[in-house]
């Protein structure tokens, strides 16, 4: 993988991470670098289920993609919240 596409892992993984955040309600215990870090993930994930629903190319904005990533990352957040919030 070239540094722009790490790059661009980052940036996308941060507003799917921040979006994720923005979903929930209430503050949670949980850092930056772990926000970018459940986005990422959500991201990757999300792009596979919508691409195994064949929803992951459209001729415009992929909204059901994003809203996908955005779930994902939700759910992600919540769950490390929890874990933090238990030690």
Do not use: C, F, Y
């Amino acid at each position: 993988m070239e540094i722009s596409g790490i790059i661009s892992a980052i940036i996308i993984g941060l507003i799917i991470g921040l979006l994720g955040r923005l979903v929930l309600p209430g503050r949670q215990h949980i850092g930056i670098l772990w926000t970018i870090a459940v986005g990422i993930v959500a991201a990757l994930i999300g792009s596979a289920i919508a691409a195994g629903l064949d929803v992951n190319d459209t001729d415009g904005v992929d909204w059901v993609e994003w809203l996908i990533q955005i779930a994902l990352a939700a759910v992600g957040v919540a769950a490390l919240d929890r874990v933090k919030v238990r030690r």
